[in-house]
């Protein structure tokens, strides 16, 4: 995974729809591959090809949600906050900045704390 990708490959990321509709859909709330499919109309197999590129770019995040009887599953949340390109003395930069926190409570250290935050977001 990349800090910040180079400018081809985050215009060539952002320029695929099903990714920017993916990219929206989960800047709202952690959703699993089969929500995203129906939140997004698209097939669970696109859905995963764009999750796995999207996370290759660190501009998605993957969470495993355990239920009590197996069939764990994963949910993504997008950590893209802003993209930003700026042309100066003949050369492009760009710059990516990722959101604080994408699941709730991931940056508490405090268990209780944290269960609080997740329980307060639901």
Not at 20 to 44: F, V
């Amino acid at each position: 995974m990349s800090e910040d990708p180079a400018l081809g490959e985050l215009l060539d990321i952002l320029s695929d729809e099903y990714a920017r509709e993916i990219l929206a859909a989960t800047s709202i709330k952690p959703m699993s591959a089969q929500e995203l499919a129906d939140e997004c109309e698209m097939s669970k197999p696109t859905v995963y090809r764009r999750v796995e590129r999207l996370q290759g770019h660190g501009l998605l995040e993957e969470q495993t949600k355990i239920r009590t009887r197996n069939n764990h599953y994963s949910v993504y949340t997008a950590t893209l906050s802003e993209v930003s390109i700026e042309l100066d003395t003949g050369s492009f930069e760009a710059a990516v900045t990722r959101t604080d926190e994408s699941f709730p409570g991931e940056r508490e250290s405090d268990t209780a704390d944290r269960f609080k935050k997740m329980w307060e977001d639901l």
